[in-house]
């Protein structure tokens, strides 16, 4: 089954320049799976996987099948290749993302769980995903 690639983001104009040169492949949702997505992740040279992020109940990890990305978090930043694992345990308040300083494609696979009530908070910039909506962090919506 092939998996057509999504090249959109939920983010408001001015937060999406980053994600610009991601493809992302939800092979979970293709395959109707619900406790659980999967994704086969592009990123173009340049390109971001999500603005730097963090989610209150669900679980995320990557597994990097083809080159070398750049993981930032509050720890600093990371280079990750073939092989590598990174993982993101709900409401650790950690922010992260990956990003591709090559001029190589990067490859990987983003696992995921889908809890009943998820929210996520952006801590570089004034946006945060609360009842599945994105609004600033007075409250006020996008």
Known sequence: MAVEASLTTIYPEEFKPMCVGREK????DELGLNNFGVN???LKSGAASSQRHWH???DEFCYILEGEVTLIT???EQILGPGMVAGFPANNGDGHHLVNKTD???VYLEVGDRPPKDDADYPD???LLRDGKL????GTPY
């Open 25 to 28: 492949r939800k092979i979970g």
């Open 40 to 42: 086969l992740v592009t």
């Open 56 to 58: 209150s109940h669900s």
């Open 74 to 76: 509050d720890s600093g």
């Open 104 to 106: 190589s494609d990067v």
């Open 125 to 127: 910039i004034d946006m």
């Open 135 to 138: 609004v600033h962090r007075d």
